[in-house]
């Protein structure tokens, strides 16, 4: 599976953006798929993840209440919704997917075979 990462912009605090991870191949919908991100010095952090069903999904705790995934497996396509933008979530957006991911492997970036390119967010103060 390909995975390509795109909406990322430049938006003031308190803003909203609309990430969007799109894949090719017709079994995404069985692929648990995560967004991570990394900032400049900083290394690649767990965002959230939603499992293939999309019944589960989990939020590392920074984005709780601010972060929204979803997936629509018709347009093989996965959201993470961001509200509320502070300027220390500017970094490198990165969506990820594994179709055997366990839940208790969700947040380390190492156990996803597949990566898209990454987005930029920038949030000014």
């Known amino acids: 599976v390909q995975l390509q990462a795109y909406g990322g912009g430049l938006v003031q605090a308190g803003g909203f953006l609309r990430l969007s991870c799109a894949a090719s191949?017709?079994?995404?919908?069985?692929?648990?798929t995560g967004w991570f991100r990394q900032a400049p010095g900083k290394e690649r952090e767990f965002v959230a993840a939603i499992f293939r069903s999309g019944v589960g999904t989990y939020y590392a705790d920074f984005v709780k209440g601010r972060f929204a995934i979803s997936r629509d497996n018709a347009k093989n396509t996965v959201y993470l919704q961001m509200n509320s933008l502070k300027p220390e979530d500017t970094a490198v957006y990165y969506c990820?997917?594994?179709?055997?991911?366990?839940?208790?492997?969700?947040?380390?970036?190492?156990?996803?075979?597949?990566w898209g390119q990454g987005t930029q967010v920038t949030v000014s103060s």
């Open positions: 990820a997917a594994d179709p055997s991911i366990i839940m208790s492997s969700l947040r380390l970036p190492y156990q996803y075979d597949y």
């Open positions: 191949g017709r079994t995404f919908r069985t692929y648990t």
